[in-house]
Nanobody, 116 residues
Framework: QVQPVESGGGLVQPGGSLRLSCVAS????????MGWYRQAPGKQRELVAS???????STADSVKGRFTISNDMAESTVFLQMNSLRPEDTAVYYC??????????WGQGTQVTVSS
């Protein structure tokens, strides 16, 4: 049973910051990577950032320089620090856990709304 749980979403003004967290009840020995996806209204779900068990990170062009992903593999936890938020960042943010055998587990998502 693996159910990632996200937290940290909310309503912020443009230029503000949020820090998302995701915790998964899974052994670190079977985790290959963890990442964040988002889905805005009327848009497809897109990969925002990911990080492997070895700490190799990747971020989408749209958030480079503003978002930073980090992890604590001992606790199967991933974070997303979001700075300089823009209205177009408004979306439901989902945590994904990828196992060493290629299977992914999804969280229920946390809403991020950037608005004046």
């Amino acid at each position: 049973q693996v159910q990632p749980v996200e937290s940290g979403g909310g309503l912020v003004q443009p230029g503000g910051s949020l820090r998302l967290s995701c915790v998964a009840s899974i052994s670190r020995s079977v985790v290959y990577a963890m990442g964040w996806y988002r889905q805005a209204p009327g848009k497809q779900r897109e990969l925002v950032a990911s990080i492997t068990r070895d700490g190799v990170t990747s971020t989408a062009d749209s958030v480079k320089g503003r978002f930073t992903i980090s992890n604590d593999m001992a606790e199967s936890t991933v974070f997303l620090q979001m700075n300089s938020l823009r209205p177009e960042d408004t979306a439901v943010y989902y945590c994904n856990v990828r196992t060493t055998v290629g299977f992914g587990y999804w969280g229920q998502g946390t809403q991020v709304t950037v608005s004046s």
